[in-house]
């Protein structure tokens, strides 16, 4: 069965602390891995779409990347505006199953 | 554009009420989809669309039912609302399956009581 799982559930860093989550999925033939942000009370925004091990997409201070079993979004030098709920998706036939989230809290 | 458009923002009803939850968007998308979102357990998908006319069931369609008779509008009805179906719904569009560049619309928070 498809399958996304996220870690850690929850993250607190410090201003400037960099780190980064996982996103671990088991899917028969991949066709896609998505990574999105959540802002308490607003739907999902899109950030990276990732497609063959090896492969990583920049956006300021996030970097994901993938590997055959997993995909690490990191996270550099963050700031308070980067707190959010961090969500990982894998392309299943025509849908998307997506992880529980990681929700990241940046302190100044 | 005003991208995916959900309505109501809240909703509470009583167990048994039906009720249906609107969703529109104007980026003349073919894919909609309709997901509840639950606290630890992330988004779940309830019924998509690949075009007007065209709709097919997601993980947990038990209990909701869609039509697709526009591109503009996906609505989803709740047949007889349970306790369990309180959540946040999110309808969201997607202009091409193959990048998962899905635009969410902004929620809509159930409460059955």
Same mark, same amino acid.
């Given at each position: 069965e498809?399958?996304?799982t996220?870690s850690?559930?929850?993250?607190?860093?410090?201003?400037?602390? @960099?780190?980064?989550?996982?996103?671990?999925?088991t899917?028969?033939?991949?066709?896609?891995?998505?990574? #999105?942000?959540?802002d308490p009370?607003?739907g999902?925004?899109?950030?990276f779409t990732?497609? @063959?091990?090896?492969?990583?997409?920049?956006k300021?201070?996030?970097k994901?990347t993938?590997?055959?079993k997993?995909?690490?979004?990191?996270?550099?030098?963050?700031?308070?505006?980067d =707190?959010?709920?961090?969500l990982?998706?894998?392309r299943?036939?025509?849908?998307?199953?997506?992880g529980?989230?990681t929700?990241?809290?940046v302190l100044? | 554009n005003?991208?995916?458009?959900?309505?109501?923002?809240?909703?509470?009803?009583?167990?048994?009420?039906?009720?249906?939850?609107?969703?529109?968007?104007?980026?003349n998308?073919?894919?909609?989809?309709?997901?509840r979102?639950?606290?630890?357990?992330?988004?779940?998908?309830?019924? #998509?669309s690949?075009?007007?006319g065209?709709?097919?069931q997601?993980?947990?369609?038990?209990? #909701?039912?869609? =039509?697709? =008779?526009?591109?503009e509008?996906?609505?989803?009805?709740?047949?007889?609302?349970?306790?369990?179906?309180?959540?946040?719904?999110?309808?969201?569009?997607?202009?091409?399956?193959e990048?998962?560049?899905?635009?969410?619309g902004?929620?809509?928070?159930?409460?059955?009581?």
């Amino acid at each position: 069965e498809d399958q996304v799982t996220q870690s850690p559930e929850a993250l607190r860093l410090q201003e400037g602390e @960099s780190s980064s989550l996982n996103c671990s999925y088991t899917v028969s033939g991949l066709r896609g891995l998505f990574w #999105y942000r959540q802002d308490p009370g607003k739907g999902p925004e899109f950030l990276f779409t990732l497609y @063959s091990a090896g492969e990583e997409k920049e956006k300021e201070r996030l970097k994901a990347t993938l590997t055959k079993k997993e995909s690490f979004l990191h996270i550099t030098a963050p700031k308070p505006e980067d =707190s959010a709920t961090y969500l990982c998706a894998v392309r299943r036939g025509q849908n998307f199953v997506f992880g529980p989230g990681t929700r990241l809290s940046v302190l100044p | 554009n005003a991208g995916v458009t959900q309505t109501p923002k809240f909703q509470v009803l009583k167990t048994g009420q039906s009720m249906t939850l609107q969703c529109a968007q104007d980026m003349n998308h073919e894919y909609m989809s309709w997901y509840r979102q639950d606290p630890g357990m992330g988004l779940r998908l309830i019924h #998509y669309s690949v075009g007007a006319g065209i709709t097919d069931q997601g993980e947990v369609p038990n209990g #909701y039912n869609v =039509s697709r =008779s526009t591109t503009e509008d996906f609505p989803l009805r709740l047949l007889s609302a349970a306790p369990s179906q309180t959540s946040v719904y999110f309808c969201a569009s997607n202009p091409d399956i193959e990048r998962g560049t899905q635009y969410f619309g902004p929620g809509t928070r159930l409460l059955v009581l």
